[in-house]
């Protein structure tokens, strides 16, 4: 089962090796919660995250709640009874192992930053650049 934490390791959790889907939220509401450019999820039956410590909840929509370390502020999950009731979208960076749950697709492109469409064409550094 893949395992994670959030930046402080205040909230551990493991979920389920098999999502229900994988993909990459271009939406403005992922931007804005986390402060990047796209968000990674993996959408998991709620039963099958099991997760210790506090977590905060944050209605971020109507419908949508977003879960949160309260010490370090780290975003973990995402829940919209409307959407998938009974599921739980888990952001896959804080995974301890992120390459065990790979995105299968990109939603919300609608909201996409612009510059995100040539990410690839960005010169690239292992590190910070001289």
Known sequence: MPKGQCHCGAVRYEMAAAA?????????DCRRHSGAPMVAWALVPTEQLKAEGEIKVYASSEHGRRHFCPA?????????AMIFPGAIDVQVATL???????????????????????????????RYPD
Do not use: K, S
């Open 20 to 28: 229900i889907h994988q993909a990459l939220c271009h939406c403005t």
């Open 72 to 80: 370090c502020g780290t975003g973990l999950f995402y829940t919209n």
């Open 96 to 126: 301890d192992d992120p390459d065990e749950v790979a995105p299968a697709a990109q939603i919300q492109v609608a909201e996409r930053i612009g510059w995100m469409e040539q990410i690839e064409q960005m010169p690239q550094f292992e």
